[in-house]
């Protein structure tokens, strides 16, 4: 199992960090590795909405569904999904913090197969992208400048 968090203090309100992380079409700009994501459920984000994603991972491009299992507004959401070959269970949550948002992320992750054997060069790539995605996140949404 691979298990792997982050976090970062972002200097914008709650509501506006949530929102804009909870709406996974946000995603591609500022998730390295995301290249597009579609919502496929209809009506407001919640328990149950569905999204599919297009992902760049170790090399390869995989298509996820996800769905929400937990919506909390301005504090959690947690959404499941996986492949053949891999399930995952990722949460963000928000929390004040001084002037700004703290929002950390989790991520659990089963691997089977041929990729089990490559859990810790799995755990360590996720680890380095949540970082950078995080970093990108706060610039996007402190300066408008993600990607730098």
Do not use: C
């Not at 970062?8 to 591609?28: C, H, K, L, M, Y």
């Not at 949550?93 to 810790?120: E, K």
């Amino acid at each position: 199992m691979i298990d792997v968090e982050d976090s970062t203090v972002i200097e914008r309100p709650v509501g506006d960090v949530f929102s804009f992380i909870a709406d996974q079409t946000n995603g591609p700009r500022w998730q390295d590795g995301l290249d597009e994501v579609v919502r496929i459920t209809d009506g407001p984000i919640g328990v149950g909405t569905r999204h599919r994603a297009v992902r760049r991972f170790l090399g390869r491009r995989l298509g996820i569904d996800n769905e929400y299992i937990a919506f909390e507004p301005d504090r959690e959401v947690t959404f499941t999904g996986g492949t053949a070959s891999m399930t995952f269970k990722f949460t963000y949550r928000t929390a004040p913090s001084g002037s700004g948002t703290r929002v950390s992320g989790h991520m659990r992750m089963n691997q089977s197969g041929i990729l089990a054997r490559i859990d810790r060069l799995t755990a360590w790539q996720l680890k380095r992208e949540m970082r950078k995605n995080f970093a990108d996140l706060k610039r996007l949404m402190e300066d408008g400048r993600p990607g730098e």
